[in-house]
């Protein structure tokens, strides 16, 4: 199988080559990324000289760049986006760029070259908070911030593929993915990377909200799943249910890496914040898929990759980084200081 993994050099995306080209030795996989500020090629330092990889570096966007590695391709694996809610919200229009226009210029190219396969790479986000039971795939759609509506936008066009063109598009829905190779603006690596440097963890709100903390790797197995069981038309989800309070995994990166809970600082909280997710995958587990970490093993995984990784983020954490910090975070961080 030729695949082209688009946003290959990520922290999923990374993750699910690594993954997809131990499993198959006779793959060969082109990554086309942009290395925005969360494309890393250090992710991917260990195949980037194998024969089988080739990396182009490229924005989904431009037509011309994707028609270039179209060819001889099978499969698309579309991880390309901007992925931080936080950044959605103080800046939309580049989600709208990558995220819905990016996914229309690869299916439009897909589409000519006639590919087996066109995978899309959704997010639990999409349904919106789920207060009870977990949502099924046919669920209403209900995004509710820039990130998710325009997820769901990439989602809705390259479904419309299926339909009205019959483009064989499969689309996943992840929960959200801890693991090595994170961008510490994310939770999990931006707490533990905060409690290591005995910088306060910016807790949004009662840090009563819970999220499905799966292992990158569980996704990445899913979506591998789902590319090669699934059936074109269809949506799978991909959660493994490993439910958790933020507060509660603040507390287990603190103990974890051997810090006081005084670092919890409760901040102002995210606009529009969704306090839940929660999906059923027991449609793709009937295909095979089966998650191998609980919440805890998940969590505690990516803290010691941190902890044996500083040279890894150490660099992110500076540079574009800080600007980021300091607009996201300052004045959060000088409220709560004042309220206290
Ligand atoms: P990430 O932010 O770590 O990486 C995104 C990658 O896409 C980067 O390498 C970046 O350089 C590249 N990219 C961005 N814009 C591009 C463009 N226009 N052209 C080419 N490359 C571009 O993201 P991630 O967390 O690895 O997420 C990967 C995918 O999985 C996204 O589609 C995201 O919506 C989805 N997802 C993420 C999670 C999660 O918890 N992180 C959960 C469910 C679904
Ligand atoms: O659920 C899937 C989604 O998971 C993906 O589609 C997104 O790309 C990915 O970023 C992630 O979105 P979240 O918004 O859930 O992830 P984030 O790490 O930003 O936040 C996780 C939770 O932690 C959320 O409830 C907000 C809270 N939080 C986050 C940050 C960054 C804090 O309390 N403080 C923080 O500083």
């Known amino acids: 199988m030729k695949l082209l993994v688009t946003g290959g050099a990520g922290f999923i995306g990374s993750n699910f080559i690594r993954m997809y080209m131990g499993d198959h030795p006779d793959c060969e996989i082109t990554n086309l990324d942009k290395l925005t500020y969360a494309g890393n090629l250090e992710n991917l330092r260990d195949v980037e000289n194998d024969p089988r990889y080739h990396f182009v570096h490229g924005d989904i966007c431009d037509r011309e760049v994707v028609d270039g590695v179209m060819p001889g391709i099978d499969a698309v ?10 950044r959605s919200i103080g800046d939309p229009e580049g989600f709208l760029r990558t995220d819905i226009f990016g996914v229309h210029v690869l299916l439009e190219a897909g589409r000519e070259h006639g590919l087996d396969r066109f995978v899309q790479i959704s997010t639990d986000e999409v349904y919106g908070p789920a207060l ?11 995004p509710r911030n820039p990130y998710s509506a325009s997820k769901a936008g990439g989602e809705y066009l390259a479904r419309s593929y299926f339909i009205t063109y019959g483009f064989p598009v499969i689309v996943t829905r992840g929960a959200n993915n801890v693991g090595p190779n994170q961008y ?7 707490f533990t990377t905060n409690a290591l440097e005995g910088e306060p963890l910016p807790l949004y709100g009662k840090g009563d909200q819970e999220r499905d903390y799966t292992h990158v790797l569980d996704h990445c197995s899913g979506v591998a799943t ?3 069981r699934g059936e074109p038309g269809e949506i799978y989800n991909i959660g493994a249910g490993n439910h958790m309070k933020n507060i509660d995994m ?10 006081s809970d005084d670092l919890i600082v409760h901040v102002r909280d995210r606009e529009g914040h969704d306090f839940r997710y929660a999906i059923d995958s027991s449609k793709l587990e009937a295909l095979g898929w089966k998650p191998a970490y609980d919440a805890e093993a998940a969590i505690l995984d990516a803290v010691r990759w941190y902890v044996a990784n500083p040279d890894w983020w150490k660099p992110l954490k500076s540079g574009d980084f800080r600007k980021f910090y300091e607009k ?5 961080l000088e409220e709560a200081d004042q309220s206290s």
């Open 184 to 190: 510490p603006e994310k939770v999990v690596p931006l």
């Open 77 to 86: 694996v579309n991880f390309a986006a901007e992925t931080h809610v936080d």
């Open 328 to 332: 996201q975070y300052r004045a959060r």
């Open 250 to 259: 603040a507390r287990l990166i603190l103990k974890e890496v051997g810090k």
């Open 132 to 142: 009870s039971e977990p949502f099924p795939e046919d669920a209403a759609l209900n």
């Open 226 to 228: 789902a590319l090669e």
